[in-house]
């Protein structure tokens, strides 16, 4: 089982649809969750951490569950500016020592007019 | 606030030929990774520093690739020689904090694309 395993994608939805990521991991001890969004080559970046009680911020919503090792992100009334790939990212490691983050492959997201 | 600097943006070599890469991560972050991204695939960690020490580099291929950060702020990853596969993206990033602390974001570089023919 790969490490962070998501979504292939791509996924192609209308502006204003609903869409939903989902991502697994294998190392039952991670502490620390996130997902990063990356453009066209472009680098990298965060766009929420995911906390185990879950959080949104404004359309979007990541959410949790340990027990299942899954990590999902919802994305509300799509954007054309929400078109990226979006990268699943766990730290594998517990504590505070190497932060050594592992990402998933990415799934794409096109957001069509 | 400045980001995360790195030089050349786009290199193409042949392969058995050396190539090197420059960071500058934020002012005041101690910690500096070199990350390496194939097409179609997410970032891998090739080596972690805090400061100027190396804390993992347990991905990083110590045949032909050596990085160091000699006074803890710039860092150069240097690849000799290079091969096909090491064609990707070389990736840059930076954070205050060492660890996965709560609120330690880590901030990426516009990358380092090498093409290796």
């Known amino acids: 089982r790969k490490e962070v395993e998501q979504d292939p994608g791509p996924f192609n939805v209308p502006e204003g649809a609903t869409v939903a990521f989902n991502c697994t991991y294998s190392?039952?001890?991670?502490?620390?969750f996130f997902w990063y969004r990356q453009d066209c080559r472009k680098e990298p970046k965060l766009l929420m951490s995911?906390?185990?009680s879950g959080n949104e911020d404004g359309r979007f919503t990541a959410q949790l569950n340990r027990a299942s090792q899954y990590i999902s992100l919802l994305i509300r009334d799509s954007k054309l500016s929400d078109s990226a790939t979006y990268l699943c990212?766990?730290?594998?490691?517990?504590?505070?020592?190497?932060?050594?983050?592992?990402f998933g492959k990415g799934t794409k997201l096109s957001v069509i007019p | 606030e400045a980001g995360v600097a790195q030089s050349p943006r786009y290199k193409i070599i042949e392969k058995r030929q050396s190539v090197a890469f420059w960071c500058n991560p934020i002012s005041g972050h101690a910690t500096l990774y070199w990350y390496q991204q194939i097409l179609g695939q997410g970032p891998k960690l090739l080596i972690q520093?805090?400061?100027?020490?190396?804390?993992?580099d347990s991905q990083l291929p110590k045949d032909r690739f050596s990085a160091e950060r000699l006074k803890g702020v710039d860092s150069t990853l240097k690849i000799q020689p290079a091969k096909l596969e090491d064609s990707a993206v070389y990736l840059c990033?930076?954070?205050?904090?060492?660890?996965?602390?709560?609120?330690?974001?880590?901030?990426f570089g516009e990358g380092s694309w090498l093409t290796v023919v």
């Open positions: 190392n039952s001890a991670s502490q620390s």
């Open positions: 990212v766990v730290n594998p490691l517990p504590g505070a020592g190497s932060y050594q983050l592992t």
């Open positions: 990033a930076s954070s205050l904090k060492v660890g996965g602390l709560s609120g330690n974001t880590i901030y």
């Open positions: 520093f805090q400061n100027n020490g190396v804390v993992d």
């Open positions: 995911v906390y185990s």
